[in-house]
């Protein structure tokens, strides 16, 4: 199938996705209709921003089922809204004494919610919503919820936090990381050990690895797969920083098979 028109949804608040930057690399690779929209969640009523409360998970140990959210949490949800730049001043996980205490979404209804608000969606239109919202999928086989980086099909969601926070981190650096715990230290003493390993919030590549998720979810709608088992492959999904970097920024290309698939679209 090839898209027609791709639509993609900003998050101002992170200036590091360089939307211009990727507005380029998709002209380069595709022959679709790029389109650049505002942030998704500015424009919600209030009972879209209800319904979007719901999508929140507290327990990582629970599969997802819809209840009533609570007061506090709609109006977390409106002012994330208003101001998405205010996510910068929840917990993040590493500083979380419960997670619970995290704002996370279960990241498939965060996406029927979306569907429901897009109204008209045709299938060779690709809607992409960059979010700094944590998206997270409930996983069978460990019954538990994982963060994700990336919500394929359509529309996709794109999740900066997802990014920085999923992908894992070095045994190394986790190591290290309680080591410092146990002598008193804060995790900024092994993040500085291991600078530059892995993404923190506000990095510079961010841009330049959101190109490589861009590309997932694109090759998802044209061909029904969006992953590579090749490292050297920009569609590889990494489960390590250490990977992501690696095929996103060191390697920077698709493998031959799906590099072809790509020139078929321009
Ligand atoms: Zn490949």
Redesign the pocket.
């Known amino acids: 199938m090839k898209l027609k028109k791709i639509i993609i949804y900003d998050e101002p608040s992170i200036p590091e996705i360089k939307i211009s930057n990727l507005v380029n690399f998709l002209k380069d690779s595709f022959s679709a209709n790029i389109i650049i929209k505002n942030n998704f969640f500015q424009e919600l009523d209030e009972s879209e921003i209800n319904l979007l409360s719901k999508t929140r998970i507290f327990d990582i140990y629970k599969k997802y089922s819809m209840y009533e959210p609570k007061q506090k949490s709609i109006m977390l949800e409106k002012e994330l809204c208003k101001n998405s730049s205010l996510m910068e001043n929840t917990i993040k996980i590493e500083d979380a004494k419960n997670i619970s205490d995290v704002v996370m979404y279960d990241g498939f209804e965060m996406q029927k919610f979306i569907r429901e608000q897009i109204k008209s969606t045709t299938n060779d239109t690709l809607h992409i919503i960059f979010t700094n919202r944590l998206t997270c999928t409930f996983d069978e086989s460990d019954s538990r919820y994982h963060g994700r980086a990336v919500i394929c099909a359509n529309p996709a969601i794109l999740s900066t936090t997802g990014i920085i926070e999923a992908p894992a981190k070095s045994k190394e650096f986790y190591i290290q990381a309680m080591a410092n715990k146990s002598q008193g230290l804060d995790i900024n003493n092994a993040k500085a050990m291991h600078k530059g390993e892995f993404l923190e919030y506000h990095d510079s590549r961010l841009s330049k690895i959101m190109e490589g998720y861009i590309l997932q979810i694109i090759f998802y709608n044209i061909t029904g797969e969006s992953?590579?088992?090749?490292l050297?492959?920009?569609?590889?999904n990494a489960h390590w920083q250490r990977d992501l970097l690696y095929s996103q920024i060191e390697v920077s290309k698709?493998?031959?098979?799906?590099?072809k698939i790509l020139d078929m679209q321009k």
Request: net charge positive; aromatic share 6%; with cysteine.
């Open positions: 992953f590579c088992e090749c050297d492959c920009r569609l590889n698709l493998c031959k098979k799906h590099q």
